[in-house]
């Protein structure tokens, strides 16, 4: 039986969580985001040196609730 994914991402600041078996595929985030959302590499979320807040409007956007975040402490 499958359990619960819940995968992270961080750039130090900030964590990026995704649920995979949430993931409606939509490429929104691929669209808005590429130099973070990369689906043909691994990991597929790189956050880089990427702004924080510009990620974090990405991940808002996530139709399906696939992705959330947090500060880190
Ligand atoms: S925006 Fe959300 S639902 Fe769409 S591909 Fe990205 S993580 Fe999956």
Redesign the pocket.
């Known amino acids: 039986m499958e359990h619960h994914i819940k995968k992270k991402y961080s750039n130090g600041t900030l964590t990026i969580t995704?649920e995979p078996e949430?993931?409606?595929?939509?490429?929104?985030?691929?669209k808005g985001l590429p130099d973070v959302?990369k689906p043909a590499e691994k990991p597929w979320i790189q956050l880089g040196d990427v702004n924080s807040e510009v990620i974090v409007e990405q991940v808002k956007?996530?139709?399906?609730g696939?992705?959330g975040y947090y500060y880190n402490e």
Not at 22 to 30: L, Q
Not at 61 to 64: A, R
């Open positions: 995704w949430k993931c409606i595929h939509s490429a929104i985030c691929r959302f956007k996530c139709p399906s696939a992705l």
